[in-house]
């Protein structure tokens, strides 16, 4: 089946709330462009440079998420191309967000990354910690918190995965529950090609997927 044809088959499964999110690290634009034309209305990128790449062929025809780790000194350039953060996991990046959208007149919006599995060399920051840095960040004026984000620990059955999901969806409630000023709450992105589907079950409306669409990576 060809990009496009995933892309259609994909929309018609997905429930009508939930937005897909084509995973664009390593494609080419001319793929992407076809996903786009089969109905994707936003690409998520893991890395500024081929961000960069991509927009300068593509433009404003979709709209971009940035879902990798986000180096600081990556920030500026970052605000200039993304319509939405995905992975911000501290304070220290969040006032760098802030700041850099302070210079260009710009509000950001931000998912901030979980480390639903707790993993020693994944980004994100532990569920535990999720209220109180979220306080802090919505106090930015330039940064708008309007959910979470999670990878999920690699587990080999995606079944296994339902109960970090079930997990991110709780914390979604109570930090929802909270009614904090400047936070939205209204986004939950977890979920890739194997596990979207037990993401969506239990409470994703943002789902990341790029070999669904685009075929194993070269």
């Not at 007149?105 to 480390?115: A, T």
């Not at 020693?120 to 979470?148: D, F, H, V, Y």
């Not at 995965?161 to 529950?177: H, S, V």
Request: with cysteine; proline share 6%; hydrophobic share 40%.
């Amino acid at each position: 089946m060809s990009i496009g044809d995933n892309v259609q088959t994909l929309l018609r499964e997905l429930p009508a709330d939930v937005r897909l999110v084509a995973v664009g690290k390593t494609r080419t634009p001319a793929a992407l462009a076809e996903a786009i034309a089969a109905g994707v209305e936003i690409i998520g990128e893991n890395y500024v440079q081929e961000a960069e790449a991509a927009r300068e062929v593509i433009g404003d025809r979709a709209r971009w998420h940035f879902i990798g780790h986000l180096q600081k000194n990556k920030v500026k350039r970052a605000v200039s191309l993304f319509d939405m953060i995905e992975t911000v996991d501290s304070m220290e990046l969040a006032r760098e967000i802030d700041k850099r959208c302070a210079q260009a007149d710009k509000v950001m919006p931000i998912l901030i990354e979980i480390n639903s599995g707790r993993e020693l060399q994944k980004a994100g920051i532990p569920p535990e910690a999720t209220p109180s840095l979220i306080c802090e960040i919505s106090t930015l004026k330039n940064i708008r918190i309007e959910g979470l984000m999670t990878v999920g620990p690699a587990l080999s059955e995606p079944e296994a995965l339902r109960p970090y999901f079930a997990g991110m969806k709780r914390l979604y409630e109570e930090i929802r529950g909270m009614n904090l000023p400047g936070v939205t709450m209204k986004y939950l992105s977890m979920g890739i090609t194997d596990s979207y589907r037990i993401a969506i079950e239990e409470g994703a409306n943002i789902v990341r997927i790029g070999t669904r669409i685009f075929g194993p990576r070269p």
